[in-house]
């Protein structure tokens, strides 16, 4: 009987060599006579320990990691195939303490499935929320949505009901799901890993969205740096035709959705949403002036749900185990789990999906295992590019969306960015101006001219002069970006900025030398 070994197919272990670790795994097989059957799986988020091979035994998956190509002849030397110990051996992966105490929902099949394999899908819970939903009426779909407190994981956390209610209650000939997967956030990857990790949730999340609202089209518009996603969710998307989860009659249900993939055009604003929706129809993305809402004049004028991966994948869990169960999970108004992105500075970078409530300083240290560089940390940033900046002081506020708003901070897509205390926050402010600057798609004034004039400030500060004087003109430029944007990427820049000046003044008045 021939072993089972998994291998992640996973961007971020490809990046640290899985694909030649595979090779040599099967090379290495063929040569030893040993019978084994090689599979890919997603990542189960570990990133420290990529790439990890896991085998299968008769007490469960035993894993090894990070294992380099050196490490393939030893490995089979240790006998790792019965599961035997080697110096990288991490014991039964599913005991995992960075695992074991996580509560994985929408992650749930990630890094344990073959990603496009519609069977394994289905033997792991896949699909029952679809089964639920074609045997209920598209209200009801809605009104569950909408019971569970799902809110929107992409950034602005609208909630994904009431969002699918304005489409569903709008008459039209024709509508539409798309899904936003531009995930262009520094320091996120929860949408990369679940469309490469457990794809057809995301087909099933978007399918269901389409019996709910009356849509029978849907587009993911991923972004054109995400290579391996696009080729899984190709060869899902086409298992799911192949067995009637797509087309024209879903299940025999009588009810049609179709689905396929846009490559985005590289751009961070083509992720908001209205210039996602002009890039969809082939024009330069561009913000467009609202209202009217996507929901009632979206993709092509029609009424349009746009959704974040995460949103989307959510849905079937919610559908297959019923609202209260995922809204019993969490605090306050945030209901249900967050995919929380660990990255920067930290021991153990990855993916943590825990219920709301969690504090930043369990998650920094003991999910991240504190800086890599073992230095302390002094900052973290919390939902990408336009998100605040956060001291230790604040390290024990809870991930939470009206907790973090409390200190000035968001949540965004959940990417959490650690920095020693070698950072200089002044440059971190520059950076986030800067930023702007190269991102900015160019239709307002504030974004536009703004960006470009607060990078000349703090070089002004940086060489010396009045820095108090410059300090307030900054604090007085982020006002007029943040009231006067048309969109999130200026008026959401001062986040960054503001948060950068409140905690870490100094950095902003010190001499610096000169050059
Ligand atoms: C500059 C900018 C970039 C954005 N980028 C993304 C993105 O990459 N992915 C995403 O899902 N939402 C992004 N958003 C948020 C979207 O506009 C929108 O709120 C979201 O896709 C709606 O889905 P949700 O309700 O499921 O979160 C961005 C917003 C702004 C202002
Ligand atoms: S805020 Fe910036 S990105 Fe948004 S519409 Fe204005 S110029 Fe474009």
Redesign the pocket.
């Known amino acids: 009987m021939s072993t089972v070994v998994y291998v992640p197919r996973d961007a971020g272990a490809l990046a640290l060599g899985a694909e030649n670790v595979a090779a040599a795994i099967a090379a290495q097989a063929q040569q030893s006579g040993a019978q084994l059957s090689l599979r890919r799986n997603g990542s189960r988020g570990l990133y420290w320990l990529e790439p990890l091979v896991e085998v299968e035994t008769p007490q469960g998956r035993v894993a090894y990691g990070p294992v380099c190509l050196k490490d393939v002849a030893s490995l089979f030397a240790a006998d790792f195939l019965s599961g035997k110990p080697h110096p990288l051996c991490v014991g039964p992966v599913a005991q995992h303490p960075y695992l074991v105490r996580q509560a994985r929902v929408t992650f749930v099949r990630v890094g344990i499935i073959e990603p496009a394999s519609i069977s394994d899908y289905r033997a792991h819970g896949g699909y029952q929320g679809l089964s639920r939903a074609l045997a209920m009426k598209p209200a009801e779909i809605v009104q569950t949505v909408t019971d569970s407190g799902l809110r ?7 909630p ?1 009901g009431i ?1 699918w209610k304005t489409v569903f209650d709008a008459a039209a000939a024709q509508k539409y799901i798309t899904c ?6 520094s320091g996120t990857y929860a ?1 990369r890993m679940l469309m490469e990790g457990d794809p057809l949730m995301l087909i099933e999340g978007m399918t269901i969205a389409g019996l709910a609202v009356g849509a029978t089209q849907g587009y993911i518009y991923l972004r054109e740096e995400y290579p391996h996603a696009h080729k899984v969710l190709n060869e899902a998307i086409a298992q799911a035709y192949r067995q009637h989860y797509l087309g024209a009659d879903v299940q025999g249900s009588g009810k049609r959705f179709d689905l396929e993939v846009r490559l985005g055009a590289g751009a ?2 083509c ?3 209205t210039s ?1 929706l002009e890039s969809l129809e082939g024009r330069r993305g561009e913000v467009r002036v609202r209202p009217p809402l996507p929901a009632i004049k979206g993709l092509f004028g029609m009424p349009t749900v ?4 995460i ?2 994948a959510t849905v079937p869990a919610i559908l297959k185990d019923g609202a209260a169960h995922y809204r019993d999970l969490g605090v306050g108004k945030s209901r249900g789990t967050l995919p929380l992105q660990l990255a920067g500075n930290l021991k153990r970078p990855g993916l943590v999906e825990l219920a709301f409530g969690v504090s930043l300083r369990e998650l920094l240290y003991e999910y991240g295992g504190g800086s890599a560089s073992g230095r302390p940390l002094r900052a973290v940033q919390i939902g990408g590019p ?1 998100g605040a900046y956060l001291p230790e002081s604040q390290f024990d506020t809870l991930i939470d969306y009206e907790a973090l708003s409390a200190v000035g901070a968001l949540l965004g ?1 959940g990417g959490i960015v650690a920095f020693d205390d070698s950072v200089d926050m002044a440059h971190m402010a520059r950076y986030a101006l800067e930023f702007c600057a190269t991102e900015s798609c160019g239709k307002c004034t504030p974004c536009r001219i703004g960006s470009t004039r607060g990078v000349e400030l703090i070089d002004r500060m940086f060489k010396g002069g009045d820095r108090e004087a410059q300090l307030l003109r900054l604090e007085s430029l982020c006002d007029t970006m943040a009231e006067g944007s048309l ?3 200026g008026s ?1 820049t001062p986040f960054p900025v503001r948060s950068a000046v409140k905690y870490f003044r100094a950095d902003f008045l010190k001499s610096r030398p000169a050059g």
């Open positions: 929107g994981r992409g950034g602005a956390a609208f994904t969002k936003n997967a531009d995930e262009g956030d949408d961070y604003i992720g908001e949403e996602m746009v959704n974040n991966v949103s989307l336009l897509h969109c999130g990427l959401m």
